[in-house]
């Protein structure tokens, strides 16, 4: 076991005010009560991490790797271990909200981009908290498993939490990292999946990863001959004209805002209103959701489509270009060279 007093040192890639990525070594005192120390196999690419390009901080929080070292007082991990981390960092594990495994909600929550900045998955390594770690199940690869941690979780999360049934119709707008992995999990949930996408372009794929139903909407005023929506998963960086789809969703129905907008939500209130529809907002899981995902995935053999880069200044550059430009095919994923 690792001493407290025993420091570490490791590689970081981070934001920069221009914007360009920078390789940073990060010094620590030692691991903390709680902490693992990962060796980082795989960081896979989020949108999220675009909004932190321009800072000084260590980008990337979904990431697989092995552990190398352990901190005082583990319990269940071990050296060795494949394991993988998300966008939540630790809570206070005695609010309301924790012990009722809601510590997504914890007032002391920590989250990527609002703490320890000097660590991220696009890194060498990352010390952890053991209880945000999970232990990747065998036929999941580490490459796999970092894709599923923030995407994976955000998609998964609407099936578990709000109780969607295999009978519903589930409604994905568009097929980037995050909306692939929700017509995957959503097919396998035994739900009719019901895609809409601005072009022709990516039909085979959706079929393919299993929708029932795949609309074009670019151009299109009106839906006409679509049955009533249960569940809408928007997926899409930008937000989607409401006014669009509010004619389409069942009564009551729910829609699910998953990606990040800095602008307001404006909904056509009189559609809303009269046919009971609700919005729900939804953010990472709960860990217990994490470790259902994870067995779901598994279990169904649900496998993300990746595109690899190297897990260095440039490939990191490359991965996020792609990404902006809409040309990554589904899940950007960084390589470590070890």
């Keep these: ?56 901080m260590c980008l990337g929080h ?127 949930w035994g739900c009719e999946v019901v895609v809409f996408s601005s072009s022709e372009e990516k039909r085979e794929d959706a079929m393919r990863f299993g929708a029932t139903e795949f609309h074009v909407t670019k151009g299109v005023g009106e839906f006409k001959n679509i049955d009533p929506i249960d569940h809408l998963l928007v997926t899409t960086s930008q937000q989607i004209p409401w006014g669009l789809y509010l004619p389409i969703m069942a009564s009551p129905g729910t829609i699910y805002p998953l990606t990040l907008s800095e602008q307001d939500l404006q909904i056509p209130y009189q559609a809303f209103l009269f046919n009971g529809i609700r919005i729900q907002a939804s953010i990472v899981a709960p860990r217990v959701i994490y470790k259902r995902m994870l067995k779901f995935a598994a279990f169904h053999n649900i496998a993300p489509i990746l595109q690899f880069y190297p897990l260095d200044e440039a490939g990191i550059e490359e991965a996020m270009a792609d990404l902006r430009l809409g040309k990554t095919r589904y899940r950007g994923v960084l390589c470590a060279k070890h």
Excluded: W
């Excluded at 981070?14 to 914007?19: D, I, K, L, M, V």
């Excluded at 790797?65 to 993988?84: C, Y």
């Excluded at 990352?126 to 490459?143: A, C, D, L, R, V």
């Design 1 to 56: 076991m690792a001493s407290a007093s025993k420091g570490i040192s490791f590689v970081t890639y981070n934001g920069s005010p221009t914007r360009r990525i920078i390789k940073v070594n990060t010094q620590r005192d030692g691991l903390r009560e709680g902490e693992v120390l990962i060796r980082i196999t795989h960081s896979s690419l989020c949108g999220t991490d675009e909004h932190y390009l321009g800072k000084d």
């Design 62 to 188: 979904e990431g697989a790797g092995v552990i190398v070292e352990l901190g005082p007082g583990i319990q269940h991990l071990k050296v060795d271990d494949n394991v993988a981390f998300g966008y939540q960092r630790s809570c206070c594990g005695t609010c309301s909200h924790c012990l009722q495994s809601l510590e997504i909600f914890c007032p002391s929550r920590r989250f990527y981009g609002f703490s320890e900045p000097d660590i991220g998955s696009m890194a060498s390594h990352i010390p952890f908290q053991e209880s945000f770690t999970y232990k990747i199940p065998p036929g999941i690869s580490n490459g796999e498993a970092s894709a599923l941690m923030c995407g994976g979780a955000t998609v998964f999360n609407v099936l578990d939490m709000f109780s969607v049934k295999p009978t519903d119709r589930v409604g994905v707008v568009g097929i980037g990292g995050l909306g692939h992995l929700a017509i995957l999990f959503a097919s396998k």
